[in-house]
């Protein structure tokens, strides 16, 4: 009788792995894949077993209470398997996992899921951007996740639209577009779905949009609401929005004609959510144009800039705000993780917000009421004197809101903390994140004209002592550029230690209950340092930088890590350096489990940097030519052409032969450079072409001459 139970046991055993092995493990409660809904949301934070949201609880604190791997075997952690993703873009996505499945996303939104026992993949989803769309993308055409709801993958993508796709096949069920099609709005931020309803901001802040927030059916794609970040047009009237109400406030802390380029303020990362206050966050983003001068005349806080806004889940409406930098003129973003937790402060149990901006701050607020409670300094900040410790309003140093004589400001537009993911564990009581120490000059430029679908910051225009200036100062600013990941405490808004890293870009944190926190880093590795004392506890060369944030889960009783390793993105494109990009591989998903040994290939030798052609534009045109290129192409291609997407110091000669048909023809669509004909007359480019011909001499120990014969 016991050998015919074992046997049963066995085949049992056998039938449910050989339909795991198909891609269709039993799901939760039996419903099939990607089963997610309140119920099993509001398990996630005793069940680590899952990965089912972005920060995989609605707190997005990033810990998970698995601890299988721990501080006595994390040197065994190996490669299980990984996969090849055929791309050099930024990946910066978190991984979801539920079911037997992960679901990844890369960059044009394209979308597959894996057998996460074996890699195999089970199906791609390819929405078919329309490749133009890259060039409305800040910092390359990535995405930062999906979400998933009741059997369904939702993804946003680069044009604006959420699909609905059906977790078993990958067909579209839904498709909704969010946005308008005729400005440049993009999307590169993961959804979110809170207890049914999809969330999700847009970017476009930089080319001259409108911010806002909308609510859709998670099992429809229905509009629920809609939720503007900065005023409109008052001579257009209220939108018929959930933010009607609040509209005529926060147009008061405006000036000027501030609606022309949308003022910006776009949610373009971070939005979190309480389910028993029934609030949405939504941290906002910089203004349009990014120079306080040239958007409100200098005058106004101009809400809802570099804020927190809280609104009702059900309605939109609004609730309360709390803006981190009033009068915003340095693309300082407040759209970085946004993490619940209850701290003990001061004797008394406080349900709070936690947020380390680009500003360089470190701030804990009320997540009930939006009251300040503190902010300290997580790196270096000139741009505030001080914090006022009863309102958390800044008293801005007068002297940083620059004019045409340019100051070094810090932090950079990097900002101390970007979007890279931060975490917080429970059992420390640690926020861990990645942390960057940079400066940048600033001044207006007083020659500025907005135009929507280019960048508008309203800065540079350097020349003759301004030039001089800038060029001294900025060497200071390259001098200072400092990495870290830091452990925060944040009751005492103090280092609890920190572990110097090569350059920024260092990614997102995920931690576990062994105390264990893993990051990647611009080391090209994938390491897991001790949460209590930042000791390095395994290290493993990766080929790439992760740059998103990793996930664990469990599986058949062992516990498996997966993260995106693929460099990219902003932080390729605000690296300075020696300004040569980071040699590495392609992008891969990697997935390890203690006793994986799988090894990468070899990583290929770096080519080369092509021979420039001689410089034959004059001085006058190399000048015109980085005006313009700073205008409308640094976005994509770095500061002083420097690294980015494509860096345009190493063209060949046969692309520059074509360069003037890629920019005005698009010839190069299908790879993301789409046509600059409504920006760009043919002098213009021929300008541009002059300037990075002369950049590349430059860097290849050359100087251009200024009598426009090209190189002595």
Request: net charge positive; hydrophobic share 40%; proline share 7%.
């Amino acid at each position: 009788m016991l050998m015919k139970k074992k046997s049963a046991a066995l085949l049992l055993a056998t039938i449910i792995a050989a339909i795991a092995g198909l891609g269709l493990a039993v799901a939760d409660e039996g419903r099939g894949p990607a089963a997610v809904d309140s119920a099993r949301m509001a398990r996630q934070a005793q069940d680590g077993t899952d990965w089912v949201h972005d920060g995989r609880t609605y707190s997005a604190q990033r810990y998970s209470p698995l601890d299988q791997i721990n501080a006595g075997n994390v040197s065994q952690l190996g490669i299980a398997w990984y996969d090849e993703l055929d791309t050099f873009r930024g990946v910066e996505a978190t991984p979801l996992y539920a079911d037997g499945v992960i679901y990844n996303i890369l960059p044009w939104n394209i979308t597959t899921a894996y057998d996460a026992r074996t890699g195999k993949r089970l199906w791609t989803y390819d929405p078919k951007v329309p490749r133009e769309y890259g060039r409305y993308a800040c910092c390359e055409p990535v995405a930062r996740g999906l979400a998933m709801w009741n059997g369904k993958i939702i993804i946003a993508t680069l044009d604006g639209r959420l699909i609905g796709l059906d977790a078993a096949t990958g067909k579209p069920i839904w498709t909704t577009q969010t946005t308008p099609s005729d400005m440049p709005y993009s999307i590169t931020g993961a959804p979110r779905v809170f207890d049914g309803k999809v969330v999700v901001g847009q970017s476009g802040g930089d080319l001259g949009v409108r911010g806002f927030v909308a609510a859709w059916d998670a099992d429809t794609g229905k509009k629920l609401w809609k939720f503007f970040l900065t005023p409109g047009d008052p001579a257009k009237g209220p939108d018929g929005e959930a933010s009607d109400n609040v509209m005529a406030k926060i147009a008061k802390t405006w000036s000027g004609e501030y609606w022309k380029l949308g003022g910006g303020a776009n949610a373009w990362d971070s939005i979190a959510y309480d389910p028993k206050l029934k609030m949405v966050y939504i941290g906002t983003g910089n203004g349009s144009p990014l120079s306080w001068h040239h958007r409100s005349e200098s005058k106004g806080d101009n809400l809802f800039i570099c804020s927190i806004v809280a609104v009702n889940s059900e309605t939109g409406k609004y609730i309360w705000h709390y803006q981190m930098v009033p009068e915003e003129d340095w693309d300082y973003t407040c759209t970085s993780s946004i993490v619940s937790a209850d701290l003990q402060i001061k004797g008394q149990k406080r349900p709070v917000l936690m947020q380390a901006p680009k500003n360089g701050y470190f701030y804990v607020i009320d997540r009930k009421t939006g009251k300040f409670i503190s902010a300290e300094k997580i790196a270096p900040a000139n741009w505030a004197l001080s914090i006022d410790p009863k309102t958390g309003r800044p008293n801005i140093d007068p002297t940083k809101h620059y004019g045409l004589d340019p100051v070094l400001l810090m932090p950079g537009p990097g900002g101390a903390h970007n979007w890279f993911p931060m975490g917080y564990s429970p059992r420390t009581k640690l926020a861990y994140l990645p942390t960057y120490e940079s400066g940048m000059v600033y001044a207006l430029d007083p020659n500025f004209k907005p135009k929507p679908f280019r960048s508008n910051s309203g800065w540079g225009g350097y020349t003759g002592e301004a030039l001089k200036k800038r060029i001294e100062l900025m060497k200071q600013a390259t001098a200072m550029d400092k990495a870290y990941l830091t452990a925060w405490d944040p009751v005492t808004q103090k280092a609890a230690w920190k572990v110097p890293l090569p350059r920024h870009g260092n990614g997102g944190v995920m931690i576990t209950a062994s105390d264990l926190v893993f990051e990647g880093t611009t080391k090209q590795t994938f390491a897991a340092f001790d949460a209590r004392t930042g000791k390095v506890l395994w290290e493993m060369p990766v080929q790439s930088a992760p740059v998103g944030g990793a996930i664990t889960y469990m599986l058949d009783g062992v516990q498996y890590i997966a993260v995106n390793a693929g460099w990219g993105g902003g932080a390729a494109q605000v690296e300075r350096g020696a300004g040569v990009e980071m040699p590495r591989a392609s992008a891969r998903l990697l997935v390890f489990k203690l006793g994986g040994n799988l090894t990468l290939p070899p990583l290929k030798p770096e080519e080369k940097a092509p021979e420039p052609p001689p410089v034959t534009a004059s001085e006058a045109q190399i000048a015109r030519g980085a005006t313009l290129f700073a205008q409308t192409c640094q976005i994509c291609h770095g500061q002083q052409a420097i690294g980015g997407v494509k860096d345009l110091r190493k063209m060949t000669r046969e692309t520059h032969s074509k360069f003037n048909d890629i920019v005005l023809k698009g010839i190069y669509k299908e790879k993301g450079m789409a046509s600059f004909t409504d920006l760009l007359k043919p002098e213009d480019v021929d300008a541009i072409h002059g300037y990075l011909i002369a950049r590349a001499n430059e860097d290849w120990g050359r100087a251009p001459t200024s009598d426009g014969t090209g190189p002595h």
